[in-house]
């Protein structure tokens, strides 16, 4: 059986946060969806999340910084 690899380090969405000043909550608070604080610091420390959680995260950052960001600007690997 072949194993995915989970952890893939700091992630591009680590530093787009940081640009913006924003903390995980801050993502949680905009968001319209079940985000929660443990998805994004998930994304942010590079463990590998699923396409569905990966979209919230996306949607929340966009949302917050009134920006177009994609999934290829946030992740450096896509589901």
Do not use: C
């Amino acid at each position: 059986m072949l194993e995915t690899e989970r952890n893939l380090g700091e992630q591009p969405i680590l530093k787009i946060m940081a640009a913006n000043g924003l903390k995980p909550h801050d993502l949680v608070a905009h968001s319209d969806e079940q985000l929660t604080h443990k998805m994004v610091t998930r994304a942010m420390k590079g463990r590998r999340l699923t396409p569905h959680a990966q979209s919230k995260v996306l949607n929340a950052l966009n949302k917050t910084t009134k920006k177009n960001h994609t999934l290829k600007d946030l992740f450096t690997y896509t589901s």
